[in-house]
């Protein structure tokens, strides 16, 4: 499996809206919870390519696009968001995303960690993680955080 990360561009907005709106996204968010409107994400899309901060990723097998991964730089550290179209999960592309993520990320925060922060019902993205090499550290509000030195 030849994987690609390559950085999104407003281009990738109509493509990531279609899964950010998906009912397993939703379901899976941190704070959103409803259908999020389309000048509301190409806002936020723009911001995020902006910033320093952010970086998110379109992950991709022989030019098509599979999922995305993001990385925010917060307090706490680097916080990861991941998502594979439904079509293909199940085919382990999420745990070599996160490999390939953490090689990308090491050069732009090579001291800072990352962290996952997972609802303790989302049992498949813990298995996930913890698949990946990351390490539970606590439970928080429902949330369970799991790490990545
Ligand atoms: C979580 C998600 C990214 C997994 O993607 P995927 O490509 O299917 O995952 P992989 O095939 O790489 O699976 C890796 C491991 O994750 C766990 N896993 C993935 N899907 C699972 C499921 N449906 N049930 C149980 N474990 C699951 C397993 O441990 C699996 O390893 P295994 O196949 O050896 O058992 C995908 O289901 C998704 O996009 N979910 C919605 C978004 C989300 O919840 N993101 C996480 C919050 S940031």
Redesign the pocket.
Known sequence: MDMQLRKVTMDDAHCLFDWVNSP??LN?KKKTTSLIGWQDHVNWLQNRIDHDSVVIFMLELGGVAV?QTRVELKKAGLI?????AEQ?????????ALTLLKEAVHHLWPNKRLV?E?KQT????I??F???GYQQVRLESGFCILENK
């Open positions: 397993s996204s899976n999922g990861v968001d991941i998502f594979i293909c999960r199940g085919r382990g592309y999420a745990v070599k996952a997972i989302n049992k498949s993205s298995a996930l913890l698949k990946a």
